[in-house]
């Protein structure tokens, strides 16, 4: 079959498959740089994350930012000529539909294209979209990760506390005791530095999220395909929870299953988009148990910025209409938007108060610019509210991108 005839999930599969065959796939070969990140969209900053994030994860770009055709132009960072785009799919709660008037004649612009809308469905539909990579745009300032106040290895030692995982160190055994409900791992000072160390502890910790979230435990057998399919969701896990936290993703041990796994995905090219929606669940759930931390992180800021600027006002502050100010709220494009914490070289602590995501926003990015604007212009704009609106989700349309001259990726 052409490879115009396959569905996403076949040919990100089929790649998968050769790539652990050749020994070069993101498990054999990961990308373990202090620079490297989950995958987030350029205009709305909202992570990419399942099936998705794994797809453009395969790409293995320096960066780690992606856009549709449209979302480049409207950055006016357009797409550089003959780019390859690469094809994501997910679910979306949302459809692009052609206008009809109601004699069920057709809405048209004033090019005589036909107007388009978006419409709620009832149960959510698999969508694909065309995204470029912040390398394939034009005038995009190189990615530079910004800097944590919180280490990778503190990090993860608040959510293993928070996790509340009993953890028995000693011997060479790395697991997940379902019966006693306990990590078991050498000491630390076993492992080459902290942060493998905490790799593996969260690795153990996922194996212990898939027990009590999916009711996917390892068995006795390694030999048996259901424990190749949950070591698959674990290892996605960890390999998320890595560019989450910036520890290092090591197959490690897990190496015996790399033969197993290139079956499995041969058998039934479906398993990897299933395993990797499985894994994100698994990587929210790990990631949830940071937010005790999180919450330490906001008050320590606050109080950094008020010792900054000891004697000004809210009110002052929301003269500026160049910045952002903390506690603001700002409605745009469907969504809500918090600001959490003014951090330091112009960057934002946010939080999409639809899903309640937080992520950092620098000045110089399209969504800075876009909030700033919404801001400035909108009465619908309300200080220190704590309810969000009902999600709107990111035009995912692209129809209109298919003949722009671009080639397709996978």
Partial sequence: MSNNFKSVNERVSEKMTADL??????????????????????????????????????????????????QANRNRTAVLPEMTGTF?????????????????????????????EKVRLKEPELVEAKVFNGEQLRKLPKWEKESQLVSPAERAEAILDNSKVAIEHGGDDMLYDRQSDTIVIPEKEQFANPEQYFAEALHQLAHRT?????????????????????????????????KELNLPYDLNYHVGYVNSWAQILKDD???????????????????????QIGQRQEVQQAQQNTAAVPNQS??????????????????????????????????YQMQDLTDNRKFKMSSKDALFTNLLEARNYSQENVLNRDTSSEAIEEDTSFEAEKNQGYSMGI
């Fill in 21 to 70: 065959k050749r020994g070069i796939s993101v498990f054999q070969k990961p990308d373990n740089s202090m620079n490297s990140a989950m995958p987030f969209n350029l205009e709305s900053g909202n992570h990419y994350s399942g099936a998705a994030a794994l797809t453009l994860l395969m790409q293995r770009r320096d960066d780690p930012r992606w856009a549709t055709f449209n």
């Fill in 88 to 116: 994501i799919s997910f679910p979306s709660s949302y459809a692009i539909r052609k206008m009809v008037d109601d004699k069920g004649e057709p809405v048209l612009r004033d090019n005589g294209s036909q107007r388009t």
């Fill in 210 to 242: 898939a027990a009590l979230e999916l009711n996917q435990s390892q068995e006795k057998s390694v030999d048996q395909p259901a424990n190749s399919k949950l070591e698959l969701r674990t290892n996605l896990a960890s390999l998320f929870l890595s």
């Fill in 269 to 291: 090219p479906a398993e990897l988009f299933k395993a990797a929606d499985d894994a994100q669940k698994i990587s929210d759930r790990v990631m949830g148990f940071e937010q």
């Fill in 314 to 347: 809210p009110a002052e502050a929301a003269l500026n209409p160049d910045k952002l100010n903390k506690g603001e709220i700002i409605p745009y494009d469907g969504k809500e938007f918090k600001v959490v914490a003014e951090l330091k070289n112009k960057v």
